[in-house]
């Protein structure tokens, strides 16, 4: 541990009787209240109406969560959630004492991603918005609020990176003493450095391409990072373990593939100025 940062913060930042707020929660919070601001002023910019923006910010949570929850349950613990289906919406999880706590634990980034996108369609119906258009603005928001998400997880001291040696190392003392990657932080100042460039992008050249274009972009920089990044995470799930011994890769990598491939195929599709109208 010596020359290392330990990072032993408890994260509980208060409690009153059963009621706790926790730092990741406020993460969460910070997530959603940044994209929205900058939505808002992506909207005010382009003279388009924000009278439904709080409606869309309802979608996106909605989305966000019933997405990442649902992917948790059904990449990650499959077998336990499928003979306990009624833990996928109860909050309740049990410790490792064998006590409960309120809330819920597990949540997975990709799901999220499938819920949001299908937030977005639902309410592109609803309201009768150009979905590309909407999935472009979503898309240079996207990565700031994954940036936000992932410093909620260092600090839950969860997603932990594998050992090393390396002076930038911490040590997760609520998990074990060992130097670790700090694999949440390169995660979340990738997201902050993808927000900037889709963000700059988007303002110069928004007019160059068809709509979807940076929706695509964001998914590529987005899942592209993650996947490079569980290089040095971490399994989740035992059984990630014979994934890597089996394809050198895990859950999380293997599940980022489709979306890579997906957001790069948006691009190709969208390159080209849009028509009039679009």
């Not at 989305?63 to 996928?88: D, K, N, Q, V």
């Not at 809330?103 to 991603?113: D, E, I, N, W």
């Not at 993650?226 to 999380?252: H, N």
Request: aromatic share 18%.
């Amino acid at each position: 541990m010596d020359g290392h940062f330990v990072w032993d913060i408890d994260p509980v930042l208060f409690s009153a009787g059963g009621f706790a707020v926790r730092y990741y929660s406020l993460c969460w919070l910070a997530a959603f209240a940044s994209c929205y601001y900058v939505m808002r002023s992506i909207f005010r910019r382009e003279g388009l109406s924000t009278d439904n923006l709080e409606a869309l910010l309802v979608y996106v949570f909605l989305g966000t969560f019933i997405g990442a929850r649902l992917g948790h349950c059904l990449f990650y613990e499959t077998h336990y959630y499928l003979s306990h289906p009624w833990r996928i919406v109860l909050p309740l999880y049990e410790r490792a004492d064998g006590s409960w706590g309120f809330g819920f634990m597990g949540l997975a980034s990709h799901g999220a991603a499938v819920g949001i996108v299908a937030a977005l369609i639902l309410y592109a119906r609803r309201y009768r918005f150009p979905m590309w258009d909407l999935l472009d603005k979503l898309g240079v928001v996207a990565p700031l609020g994954g940036a936000f998400i992932r410093l909620g997880n260092f600090f839950n001291s969860e997603i932990i990176g594998a050992p090393t040696d390396g002076p930038w190392a911490v040590v997760f003392s609520r998990v074990d003493p060992l130097p670790r990657h700090p694999a949440q932080l390169y995660e979340a100042l990738g997201y902050f450095i993808a927000f900037a460039v889709v963000y700059a992008l988007y303002r110069r050249r928004r007019t160059k391409v068809s709509s979807g274009f940076f929706f695509g972009l964001s998914i590529l920089l987005i899942f592209g990072l993650r996947f490079a990044v569980e290089f040095v995470k971490e399994v989740q799930e035992p059984f990630e373990i014979y994934l890597r011994d089996t394809f050198s890769m895990d859950m999380g990598q293997l599940l980022s593939i489709p979306f890579i491939i997906a957001g790069a195929a948006v691009m190709a599709a969208r390159r080209k100025p849009r028509a009039a109208g679009l």
